[in-house]
């Protein structure tokens, strides 16, 4: 058996600032979160018929699941998170 391993690798000296940071979810963010979230799944709940169609609606729902979502943040706006 054969096993082949990548590896990448940064080789240039300059590194660009960057503003992206990956925190812990945190409350401030929820509405934004929310909003993108339903935004993200809406097209696939509706085509497959699960309702609601937008199915985060309160904290309530994710409270217990916050010690596991993280949000990438850029300038204070979400543009990822990872869960």
Avoid: H, T
Avoid at 7 to 29: H, T
Avoid at 46 to 56: E, M, R, S, T, V
């Amino acid at each position: 058996m054969e096993i082949i391993a990548y590896e990448m690798k940064y080789v240039n000296d300059n590194v660009e600032k960057s503003d992206i940071v990956c925190i812990p979810f945190e409350v401030e963010y929820f509405q934004e979160y929310m909003r993108i979230y339903n935004e993200c799944f809406y097209e696939m709940r509706k085509a497959l018929d699960i309702q609601p169609y937008n199915f985060l609606n309160n904290y309530e729902q994710i409270v217990e699941k916050v010690k596991d979502i993280y949000l990438l943040v850029n300038n204070g706006e979400i543009i990822g998170s990872i869960a």
